[in-house]
């Protein structure tokens, strides 16, 4: 009598009962009717890059994910790529997850500091263990960027299935290295170090790594937590034959009049201020499109379709695993959340100590020809970068609009309710993502202590209840976010936004902008909003004590 109380009881609780393989005696089993986790991560995707935040490439599977689900036209990341997986994974700034700055950039007033370590650490505990722990399977594909050693690996840190490249990036088509000191890129699935098939292309072979976990898992009654982080479009920029050749000639126009056609369609979209400013380009020395020889012209046009055929095939191995999901019955109980880690890429890769031009130019074939294939090392220009995000100061790497505003998908069938096709300008960060996974999987974060050990809680907020319709909010009206990376810094207070950049990308002072008039950054209004700044300073000050921040000092 008691077990039969006790399964009514579970029953109402989890799920259904499905019915027992074994024994007729023996307790029928609970299926789990939490809901699976898809985590999507793009690498230095811009903002306006796919067809719902305003870009001309064909992108029809991340395009149907927005237009049943939300886009988030107000989403927030660190400016590069470690930063915002550290957070994205432990809910906590990434000066205390480890990755105070990128591994290998420390200053030597960094070096030995808590939270410089250069990967994440162990004083946060990853969402991926907690999300194990409380029944999941984890599942994770593409790049890692948070740690080279077994101890600080994808298994290490909560991932039952993993395929990873432990680096911050990689050739797409083999194991080549994109960075000099390194003989070739480092892959590794679950607990050991292997090489990869001959037939490697970057997002292909992530996807189809993916699916392949997924299945393991299909048939017993676990929920799933998966973690798909592509290496597209970061540079070197490769793609497939057939993908390049469907963008030929597409941006012979330039670059000039690819920021202004993306500009017009983020306005008819409803994705910025029809009134507000575009930022001027950041190289305001360098040629005009029109005044470039025709063979330059070919040449960048090329870079721009490599480019654009990255993110179609990207999206075309996304949609390979959304069938997958719906063909195994699995779509409808899966929520989906996709951004990118960072703003576009400048086109200064050849001017980085790590990645010089006489090193590309001594071991790389970039012909014509051999652009985008296999064996070439390609990046794009900064003006292609600045059409990516046409509204926006700067790019990857700066604390302005055009390197931490991203665009943000959260797609839920069923379960959205009147957010469904809208686009909302609610404020979401990174840090929210961990909170909001861990109350949709009926779980909690130990606090303070695990296991023993003193650890950060997250400082984000569930975005559940604005999800399931509840809230209209995600964050109070005194809700701030701080960022610093490189000693470029900012802080973000209802629409207003503190910035400070070194010159010469900044005045070297503290700047103040409202966002809502001004999303491009160009009209400072410190002086004539002296409170608002004072107040601002002050929240800086807090951040940096609290988050442990050391500005480097080189």
Same mark, same amino acid.
């Given at each position: 009598?008691?077990?039969?109380?006790?399964?009514?009881?579970?029953?109402?609780?989890?799920?259904?009962?499905?019915?027992?393989?074994?024994?007729?005696?023996?307790?029928?089993?609970?299926?789990?009717?939490?809901?699976?986790?898809?985590?999507?991560?793009?690498?230095?995707?811009?903002?306006?890059?796919?067809?719902?935040?305003?870009?001309?490439?064909?992108?029809?599977?991340?395009?149907?994910?927005?237009?049943?689900?939300?886009?988030?036209?107000?989403?927030?990341?660190?400016?590069?790529? !470690?930063?915002?997986?550290?957070?994205?994974? !432990?809910?906590?700034?990434?000066?205390?997850?480890?990755?105070?700055?990128?591994?290998?950039?420390?200053?030597?007033?960094?070096?030995?500091?808590?939270?410089?370590?250069?990967?994440?650490?162990?004083?946060?505990?990853?969402?991926?263990?907690?999300?194990?722990?409380?029944?999941?399977?984890?599942?994770?594909?593409?790049?890692?960027?948070?740690?080279?050693?077994?101890?600080? #690996?994808?298994?290490?840190?909560?991932?039952?299935?993993?395929?990873?490249?432990?680096?911050?990036?990689?050739?797409?088509?083999?194991?080549?290295?994109?960075?000099?000191?390194?003989?070739?890129?480092?892959?590794?699935?679950?607990?050991?170090?292997?090489?990869?098939?001959?037939?490697?292309?970057?997002?292909?072979?992530?996807?189809?790594?993916?699916?392949?976990?997924?299945?393991?898992?299909?048939?017993?009654?676990?929920?799933?937590?998966?973690?798909?982080?592509?290496?597209?479009?970061?540079?070197?920029?490769?793609?497939?034959?057939?993908?390049?050749?469907?963008?030929?000639?597409?941006?012979?126009?330039?670059?000039?009049?690819?920021?202004?056609?993306?500009?017009?369609?983020?306005?008819?979209?409803?994705?910025?201020?029809?009134?507000?400013?575009?930022?001027?380009? #950041?190289?305001?020395?360098?040629?005009?499109?029109?005044?470039?020889?025709?063979?330059?012209?070919?040449?960048?046009?090329?870079?721009?379709?490599?480019?654009?055929?990255?993110?179609?095939?990207?999206?075309?191995?996304?949609?390979?695993?959304?069938?997958?999901?719906?063909?195994?019955?699995?779509?409808?109980?899966?929520?989906?959340?996709?951004? !990118?880690?960072?703003?576009?890429?400048?086109?200064?890769?050849?001017?980085?100590?790590?990645?010089?031009?006489?090193?590309?130019?001594?071991?790389?074939?970039?012909?014509?020809?051999?652009?985008?294939?296999?064996?070439?090392?390609?990046?794009?220009?900064?003006?292609?970068?600045?059409?990516?995000?046409?509204?926006?100061?700067?790019?990857?790497?700066?604390?302005?609009? $055009?390197?931490?505003?991203?665009?943000?998908?959260?797609?839920?069938?069923?379960?959205?309710?009147?957010?469904?096709?809208?686009?909302?300008?609610?404020?979401?960060?990174?840090?929210?993502?961990?909170?909001?996974?861990?109350?949709?999987?009926?779980? #909690?974060?130990?606090?303070?202590?695990?296991?023993?050990?003193?650890?950060?809680?997250?400082? $984000?907020?569930?975005?559940?209840?604005?999800?399931?319709?509840?809230?209209?909010?995600?964050?109070?009206?005194?809700?701030?976010? !701080?960022?610093?990376?490189?000693?470029?810094?900012?802080?973000?207070?209802?629409?207003?936004?503190?910035?400070?950049?070194?010159?010469?990308?900044?005045?070297?002072?503290?700047?103040?902008?409202?966002?809502?008039?001004?999303?491009?950054?160009?009209?400072?209004?410190?002086?004539?909003?002296?409170?608002?700044?004072?107040?601002?300073?002050?929240?800086?000050?807090?951040?940096?004590?609290?988050?442990?921040?050391?500005?480097?000092?080189?």
């Amino acid at each position: 009598m008691l077990k039969i109380v006790v399964l009514i009881v579970a029953t109402l609780f989890l799920g259904e009962v499905v019915s027992s393989k074994n024994s007729p005696n023996e307790v029928p089993r609970i299926k789990d009717k939490r809901p699976n986790i898809l985590l999507i991560l793009a690498d230095d995707l811009g903002y306006s890059d796919i067809g719902a935040f305003g870009g001309e490439i064909a992108t029809p599977n991340l395009d149907s994910l927005a237009k049943n689900g939300v886009r988030m036209s107000n989403f927030y990341v660190a400016a590069t790529c !470690s930063p915002t997986r550290s957070m994205l994974l !432990s809910g906590v700034d990434h000066h205390l997850a480890g990755v105070g700055t990128m591994a290998g950039d420390q200053a030597p007033n960094q070096l030995g500091k808590p939270g410089y370590e250069g990967y994440l650490n162990h004083d946060v505990v990853s969402i991926a263990t907690l999300m194990r722990e409380s029944g999941y399977h984890t599942y994770m594909a593409g790049k890692w960027h948070l740690g080279l050693t077994d101890k600080l #690996s994808p298994k290490s840190r909560g991932f039952e299935k993993s395929f990873a490249l432990l680096q911050g990036g990689g050739h797409h088509f083999d194991d080549t290295t994109m960075i000099q000191k390194y003989d070739k890129a480092w892959y590794r699935e679950d607990d050991k170090r292997v090489d990869l098939p001959d037939d490697f292309y970057s997002s292909e072979y992530y996807s189809t790594k993916m699916i392949e976990y997924m299945k393991t898992g299909e048939q017993d009654d676990q929920p799933f937590f998966a973690y798909l982080t592509y290496t597209a479009p970061h540079w070197p920029l490769q793609a497939p034959q057939e993908y390049m050749d469907k963008y030929k000639g597409k941006y012979n126009d330039g670059y000039t009049a690819l920021k202004a056609n993306r500009s017009q369609a983020m306005h008819d979209l409803g994705l910025v201020n029809k009134n507000s400013k575009v930022h001027p380009t #950041s190289e305001p020395d360098t040629a005009d499109w029109d005044s470039l020889s025709p063979e330059t012209k070919k040449i960048k046009s090329r870079e721009m379709e490599i480019y654009a055929a990255m993110v179609d095939n990207m999206d075309y191995q996304i949609g390979r695993v959304l069938d997958y999901l719906e063909s195994s019955g699995q779509r409808d109980n899966t929520l989906i959340i996709f951004f !990118s880690d960072n703003g576009p890429q400048s086109g200064s890769v050849g001017k980085i100590s790590e990645f010089p031009q006489s090193w590309i130019d001594a071991n790389f074939d970039n012909s014509y020809e051999n652009m985008g294939k296999k064996g070439s090392y390609i990046y794009y220009d900064t003006h292609w970068a600045e059409a990516s995000v046409p509204q926006s100061r700067l790019f990857k790497a700066f604390a302005t609009e $055009g390197g931490l505003n991203v665009p943000g998908i959260i797609n839920f069938p069923g379960k959205l309710g009147e957010l469904s096709g809208k686009i909302s300008n609610q404020f979401m960060t990174v840090l929210d993502v961990a909170p909001t996974i861990l109350e949709l999987a009926e779980t #909690s974060h130990p606090g303070s202590s695990y296991k023993g050990k003193t650890v950060v809680p997250p400082t $984000g907020t569930s975005a559940v209840s604005f999800i399931n319709g509840t809230s209209d909010t995600i964050h109070g009206e005194e809700y701030t976010m !701080s960022w610093e990376l490189f000693d470029r810094m900012a802080v973000r207070s209802g629409d207003w936004k503190l910035l400070k950049l070194p010159t010469p990308f900044g005045t070297g002072e503290w700047e103040l902008f409202d966002l809502a008039q001004d999303p491009g950054e160009t009209t400072d209004l410190r002086l004539q909003h002296p409170e608002q700044l004072s107040k601002m300073i002050k929240i800086w000050d807090e951040y940096v004590n609290k988050n442990n921040v050391v500005l480097p000092r080189w």
